[in-house]
């Protein structure tokens, strides 16, 4: 199982990046894809979700109307557009990957937990300057 992350950067303050995260080694169908962001000395965090299942999402509150999250089953690749990002957005992201049926419905509302997630990528640094 791979998942590796790509797409980021250096930006200014209103700007945007998008995120790929492209996955081999499973059924991508039969997965929910979390993107996470971690800053040094703080726990990871949940931004947005995708389940593929069903293209059900989710969208930390602090990122809904700004990042829009999308899947490519034919490329087995999920997206992160983010736009108008802020200097707060500047941390390291993470893709990681937990299997569908797993999932209860209140993740749509409370978002992915980063323990029950199953494998990660390497994460790519988003860094953006006011």
């Known amino acids: 199982v791979q998942l590796v992350e790509s797409g980021g950067g250096l930006v200014q303050a209103g700007g945007s990046l998008r995120l790929s995260c492209t996955t081999s080694?499973?059924?991508?169908?039969?997965?929910?894809i979390g993107w996470f962001l971690q800053v040094p000395g703080k726990e990871r965090e949940g931004v947005s979700a995708?389940?593929?299942?069903?293209?059900?999402?989710y969208y930390a509150d602090s990122v809904k109307s700004r990042f829009t999250i999308s899947s490519d089953k034919a490329k087995n690749t999920v997206y992160l557009q983010m736009n108008n990002l802020k200097p707060e957005d500047t941390a390291v992201y993470y893709c990681?990957?937990?299997?569908?049926?797993?999932?209860?419905?209140?993740?749509?509302?409370?978002?992915?937990?980063?323990?029950?997630?199953?494998?990660w990528g390497k994460g790519t640094l988003v860094t953006v300057s006011s």
């Open positions: 990681a990957n937990i299997w569908a049926e797993s999932l209860n419905h209140s993740w749509v509302v409370a978002g992915l937990a980063p323990g029950a997630m199953s494998y």
């Open positions: 080694g499973f059924t991508f169908d039969d997965y929910a």
């Open positions: 995708i389940s593929n299942d069903d293209d059900t999402t």
